[in-house]
Nanobody, 120 residues
Framework: QVQLVESGGGLVQPGGSPRLSCVAS????????MGWYRQAPGNQRELVAT???????NYADSVKGRFTISRDNAKNTVYLQMNSLKPEDTAVYYC??????????????WGQGTQVSVSS
């Protein structure tokens, strides 16, 4: 079994700079793309940022220049450094990863989500 566990969310003031972390654990052979998605109340889940195993990144236009995604392959961990937070960044943030398990099959996994609330 594979688990993705996020941490680092909470209540943040506008302009704040929290960092989210997500650790993948379990019967993992290899991890391909990892990413962060978010879902605000009443909205669909949307892509925030992704990073490949080689370090190539992709960002939603709404976060470009403010958020930075990174990963530590040795620790099976992906990070999201969020800067200059705005109230519209309020959402549940989900970690996602494409993982090959001991079954040698690739599957898409999601974390349970961590709430980020931006308010003064």
């Amino acid at each position: 079994q594979v688990q993705l566990v996020e941490s680092g969310g909470g209540l943040v003031q506008p302009g704040g700079s929290p960092r989210l972390s997500c650790v993948a654990s379990g019967s993992i052979l290899s991890i391909n793309t990892m990413g962060w998605y978010r879902q605000a109340p009443g909205n669909q889940r949307e892509l925030v940022a992704t990073i490949t195993s080689g370090g190539s990144t992709n960002y939603a236009d709404s976060v470009k220049g403010r958020f930075t995604i990174s990963r530590d392959n040795a620790k099976n961990t992906v990070y999201l450094q969020m800067n200059s937070l705005k109230p519209e960044d309020t959402a549940v943030y989900y970690c996602n990863a494409l993982i090959k398990t001991m079954t040698r099959l690739w599957n898409n996994y999601w974390g349970q989500g961590t709430q980020v609330s931006v308010s003064s």
